[in-house]
């Protein structure tokens, strides 16, 4: 199970990776609904979120 878990994290990082270097996705699979190009500028709030949870994670 532990291994199943970091692979899955694995997985998860490496797309949010590429999805922040403004890459495409490195297994072809599409953004969640919540990560979806906002064009009104409204999802600013949500993507400085998403970065302080990955520098927290990361850290850990």
């Keep these: 199970m ?3 878990v970091e692979w899955v994290l694995n997985i998860a990082q ?3 990776d590429a999805h922040q270097a ?4 490195p ?3 599409p953004l ?3 990560l979806a190009i906002d064009t009104s500028g409204s999802n ?3 993507q400085r979120t998403m970065e302080v949870e990955h520098h ?3 850290t850990a």
């Design 2 to 4: 532990r291994k199943l």
């Design 14 to 16: 490496t797309r949010y």
């Design 22 to 25: 403004g890459e495409p996705d």
């Design 27 to 29: 297994y072809d699979l």
């Design 32 to 34: 969640p609904d919540d």
């Design 44 to 46: 600013a709030d949500s």
């Design 56 to 58: 927290r994670r990361s």
